[in-house]
């Protein structure tokens, strides 16, 4: 083994999959995945509602952006009024979290509310009304926060404990790791792609759904209404954004920073369209995209050993910042390359971003 | 009469969506001042825009007593109005190139929402290069530094346009991922490489003959001419050269472009790297008047010219005006924040809602009884409709 | 059902509907019996689709009122009206292509197994059992878009006998379909009626109506301007009615004169979107002077010949040459200069900019040549000097040479590309749909400007899906099927049904008629097992 990973080059990648098995089985690269994965996944499941009835989101980001204020701002209010409630054993929930998550939510779904009326009602560009989102989310929270400036917070959501023997046992172990030592939020997540992918593909509301994206003239000459469902869709969508905004402020960071959704909005864009609009894919692409980031926080804190860290090592020495910051850079950069690569034989629904106008309706 | 209509219909929705904004803006001032504790002052809004018409302008229309009781009083100062004047107009000129940069895109039907990414490489070029010929006279210096900040910013428009071209990948996302790259990779080359001695921060060399000559006021730099010329040039080169009529086309109906005998992917790449050229143009007048690049270089130009082009409806001229606008409002702001104690970020919100309105157009008209034209520029509706579509 | 056989199962009185300058409907009066195929007979633009829409709820009449079994009703919408039994089949076909047939059909009427999932497997049954009553297997799992035109309009009609209609309407079903398929069609239709469903036949085809109908109303200019029963009218009287005045249905183009071959294609072979072979070595020449029609049933790889032909489209294999000159894999600019010229099939699609001034339009292909450009330079003056004229020379009605494409009608916009493309210096031409859903004015413009373009010595290649068009213009029929030319024959003479037969199984006589039934019966979308 040793001998091989002498070999110049092949030698490296060998050193590098050893780590990454090594990582994966042994530290919390597998979870911290699953976790920065979260908001892009909820924001995809949020772009998937939307898309799939043929309504493009690129608001996805200023949706989280409110949610993440709201929530923060609101479990910061209810904790300052009732600071002694104690918290669950699991997940450590308190009153205020759960109030937070609740009003994250419905400020997801309110801020979803006018995308679908700019959209559906207004008939306006639905690239613009996106756009208009995202502007007066950053504007209006970076205004209140600056105008508020919290200094209080709520605490966080605490990651479940699995039992040990199960995480402690050997080959399989990382998996139970990964998806039961996390936090709540970021649990939901899989229950939401698990059921959305079934709900779309099996269900009533799925197949009108489907067809609604697809060719709303043939589903409003059988008599559903385009609009309505179209309306309802965008709304409940929001639900997912607002999920995502509670994970940055209520179980990720306990804290709001001016725009610190950092573009996970239209990352989820990009894990939409690599899971070809299907709640399953996009769950993929978003583990697929934050693994980098999950990969260069490992091999920060627990650094490759042999050449390969030598490597390393050597180059952070030499630039520490660059270093640092190529980690940082890792998810959007692999982003872009998934999307060059994937998205020419990815096709959206065809009705995606036309308004729909009734036949006989001026 | 006709042409003063025309102009009328134009425009008419613009304004109506600026008041609007303000009058909802007043709202939001008067509420979050009761919000953190403040007692009601419905004339706060008021007093907060006037000192920002101040800002921007110089013109006072009212005195604020002790009490906090305005009362209507006139009045301008030369000197100051000259002062406040330049601030707006310095403060425009960017905003009129990163203006160009999204509204040039919209004509071939391409939203780039890429001019943050491009500013911060066309700023870091122009200071890089800037620093290298800082000895060299004045006029050279200025304008390899440009030239070399613009090309910066047009390679950073080329990569999202050839990614489009070639595999499909939707601007909307691709340049939003390289915004996030160049930052992060200048921040690291900054530090690591073009980091100079001395400065409690980092940052890099001065740019020394190469900073932009000031030609009026305190900041009325070349930089200001540049911008004003980039707006005849741009109307001719759209609306009367045949390349203009080519990028148009793309824009409204890029099968017919094709069909015509215009290559839509050559076109995708040229218009891209046109408007990556405005913006890096953009960045490198911000940067070669501050005279060197610090390593985290936060700026708001580049994702302001969003709301620059489609509040000036992505025409040259309304791009002027709105420039002018929100330059007037980012020079008063900071005499509003001391005045009123208002955040400089309402005039954030301030521009958002302005979208709002102007996105929520049909139902402005439905309420104001308005026949104009259509506010949003229709090659958007290709925007929409290439997204996700695959390749051209 | 005791209902007495004269009572109308439907029944329309003085409907009036008004749009913004026009009376769509002007007191149409319409009574449809049980078991009876009622043919609307109209141009484009008479009325017929907006009565249709009223009765399906799309559109709210102006005055006038419906009567179901001698019920006075208001329809709300397509859900209304499918719940009161009637069902329309639109003429573009309101399928989602990338759903399975069932899918389709369940759609709106879905069966379920609980509240919230589908019950596919009785839906896959009920379907099964519905085609065979009517005479086809089909297979519910097969995505649409998968299916042929006229399995697709199976689909429509199973999808209207899904909900239980009692009355079906049927928007120019016949517009996309071989006469072979059409009768297949009419088969199924007059099965239907005979077990009591009430049809209403939409059509601007007078020996269709003819064939089919128990009672045929002509509409013109939202009036209905008569009723006749098939065995007391013909296709002369019915043509009066419709149009109002004695037209001339077929141009009288004259001799052909044709000269040294201008269009040359050799063994070409080009690949559809989807990576399939679409044209498979076809083969053919165009002289000057002479007219090639290509007739065949959309999607035999017409449109990928065409797309090729005109460099929208890189071909996989083969050569083209216009004048003698090699122009393969050229692209649209290229193929300009050396002297062709191209009517799209899609003018909103390829043809237009709909957002564009008419004038902007008029030059859309030549914008970058002398006059209209001086170096990179536009030249205005002669941009609308040009307008001016093509605005007069062809008839192309507009308020100004100003206003946008987009508000003239369809044969106005398609007089704007005809102007366009057959006055600049051109050897070939190159026509794909040129009439398609124009006004009977518009087409014999065009087709008299087509034949004097003839006259004139260009090689004309002419794509249609529209049989009559064809074989009205044409000095030589090539048939297209399944990517391949299977005949050429001389166009004057050339037998209706003999091309029928052509585009439907690429054979001739018996051998067609035996592998018409094959296809029918046999390989028809995947038979249930």
Known sequence: ???????????????????????????????????????????????????????????????????????????MLVHEAMPQSEPTAIFGFTPALV???????????????????????????????????????????????????????????????????????????????????????????????????????????????????????????????????????????????????????????????????????????????????????????????????????????????????????????????????????????????????????????????????????? | ????????????????????????????????????????????????????????????????????????????????????????????????????AVGVGFKAGLFNIGGTGQVLVGAFVAAIVGAAVADQPVPIAVTVALAAGALGGAFYGFIPGALKAFTGAHEVVSTIMLNSLAFFIIVGLVNDIFKIVGPSFARTADVGNAALPVLFGRNGTVGVLIALAAVPITWFLIYRTTLGFEIRTVGANPSAARYAGMSPRRLIILTMSLCGLFAGLAG????????????????????????????????????????????????????????????IEIIDVIQGLILLFLAAEVVIRRTFRIRAERVTPGELGTVAKTYGEGTV | MTQTVSAPALEMRGITKRYPGVVANDGIDLEIRPGEIHALLGENGAGKSTLMNILYGLATPDAGEILLDDTAVTIAGPADAIARGISMVHQHFMLVPVLSVADNILLGEETMANPIFLDRREAHRRIVDLGKRFGFDIDPEMKVESLSVGWQQRVEILKALYRDARILVLDEPTAVLTPQETKDIFLVLQRLAD??????????????????????????????????????????????????????????????????????????????????????????????????????????????????????????????????????????????????????????????????????????????????????????????????????????????????????????????????????KLTTLILDQPTRGLDVGSIEFIHRQVVAKRDAGAAILLVSAELDEVLELSDRVAVMYRGEIVAVVDGPTAEREDIGLLMATGRRGAAAEAALVAATHVTGPGVEA
Request: aromatic share 8%.
């Open chain 1, 1 to 75: 083994m040793e001998v091989l990973f002498d070999i110049p080059i092949l030698g490296f990648v060998l050193q590098f999959i050893a780590y990454l098995i090594e990582a994966v089985t042994t530290t919390n690269l597998a979870p911290q995945t699953l976790q920065l994965a979260t908001p892009i996944a909820l924001g995809a499941l949020c772009g998937i509602m939307n898309e799939r009835s043929g309504i493009v989101n690129i608001g996805i980001e200023g949706m989280m952006l409110t949610a993440a204020f709201v929530g923060f701002m609101v479990a």
């Open chain 2, 1 to 100: 009469m006709t042409a003063l209509r025309r102009l009328w219909a134009l425009a008419v929705i613009p304004i109506i969506s600026i008041v609007l904004a303000l009058l909802l803006g007043s709202l939001l001032i008067i509420a979050s001042s009761l919000a953190i504790g403040e007692s009601l002052n419905l004339l706060l809004p008021l007093i907060a825009y006037e000192s920002l018409l101040e800002g921007a302008t110089g013109l006072s229309l009212l005195d604020v007593n002790a009490a906090g009781v305005p009362s209507l009083a006139f009045s301008i100062d030369p000197d100051r109005a000259a002062r406040a004047l330049t601030s707006t107009v310095a403060a425009a000129a960017p905003l009129v190139l990163t203006g160009l």
């Open chain 1, 99 to 362: 109030i937070g998550i609740l009003a994250a939510i419905g400020a997801g779904m309110l801020v979803s509310a006018l995308h679908a009326w700019l959209c559906v009602t207004v008939r306006a560009d639905q690239i613009i009304s996106g756009t208009v989102i995202n502007i007066i989310a950053l504007g209006l929270t970076g205004y209140l926060n600056r105008l508020i400036q919290p200094t209080g917070s709520a605490g966080t959501l605490d990651p479940f404990r699995p039992p040990e023997f199960l995480v402690d046992l050997p080959v399989v172990g990382w998996i139970f790791r990964m998806f039961l030592a996390v936090g709540p939020i970021t649990m939901s997540v899989i229950v939401f792609v698990i059921i959305l992918q079934i709900l779309l593909f099996r269900s009533r509301w799925g197949l009108r759904t489907r067809a609604v994206g697809e060719h709303p003239r043939a589903a409003d000459t059988v008599g559903i209404d385009v609009l309505k469902l179209r309306y309802r869709n965008v709304i409940l969508g929001g639900i997912f954004a607002g999920l995502a905004g509670a994970w940055l402020t209520l179980e990720f960071n306990q804290s709001f920073q001016n725009g610190m959704t950092a573009n996970r909005g239209f990352i989820a864009l990009a894990a939409v369209i690599f899971g070809r609009w299907t709640p399953i894919g996009a769950f993929g692409g978003a583990l697929l995209f934050m693994f980098s980031e999950a990969l260069g926080i490992a091999i920060r804190s627990n650094p490759p050993e042999g050449d390969l860290g030598v490597f390393l090592s050597g180059i952070q020495a030499a630039y520490p910042s660059l270093y640092n910051n190529a980690f940082g850079a890792m998810p959007y950069l692999l982003t872009l390359i998934v999307l060059a690569g994937v998205v020419g034989r990815s096709v959206a629904p065809a009705a995606v971003g036309r308004p729909y106008v009734k036949e006989g309706a001026s």
């Open chain 2, 284 to 343: 490198s007048i911000e940067i070669l008047t501050l005279g060197y690049y610090p390593a985290v270089f936060g700026t708001g130009i580049g994702f302001a010219g969003i709301t620059v082009a489609l509040l000036g409806r992505a025409h040259p001229v309304g791009i002027l005006l709105a420039a002018l606008l929100l330059g007037g409002m980012r020079a008063g702001a900071p005499s509003m924040q001391i005045t009123a104690n208002i955040p």
């Open chain 3, 195 to 424: 077990e009591g469903h009430s049809i209403i036949f939409i059509s601007h085809k007078l020996f269709e109506v003819l064939e089919i109908a128990d009672r045929i109303t002509v509409i013109r200019r939202g009036q209905v301007v008569g009723t006749r029963i098939p065995s007391e009218t013909n296709e002369d009287d019915l043509a009066e009615l419709m149009v109002g005045r004695n037209v001339q249905l077929v141009v009288d183009r004259g001799e052909s004169h044709p000269a040294e071959p201008a269009l040359t294609v050799n063994d070409l072979r080009v690949t559809d979107d989807r990576g399939q072979e679409s044209v498979k070595g076809v083969s053919f020449e165009v002289r000057a002077g002479e007219i090639f029609g290509i007739a065949g049933v959309a999607g035999n790889g017409q449109e990928e010949l065409v797309e090729a032909l005109t460099g929208l489209r890189s071909p996989t294999a083969g050569q083209v040459s216009v004048a003698g000159k090699d122009v393969t894999r050229h692209g649209p600019r290229a193929l300009q200069q050396a002297g062709m010229s191209f009517v799209p099939g899609d003018r909103h699609r390829f043809g237009l900019v709909l957002s564009f001034p008419l004038e902007d339009n008029l030059i859309l292909t030549q914008y970058d040549e002398a006059p209209y450009s001086r170096g990179m330079v536009r030249n205005d003056a002669a941009i609308r000097a040009w307008a001016k004229q093509a605005i007069a020379e062809y008839d192309i009605r507009t308020p100004s040479a100003t206003v946008t494409a987009g508000t003239l009608s369809g044969g106005n916009q398609q007089k704007a590309v005809v102007a366009r493309e057959f006055s600049r």
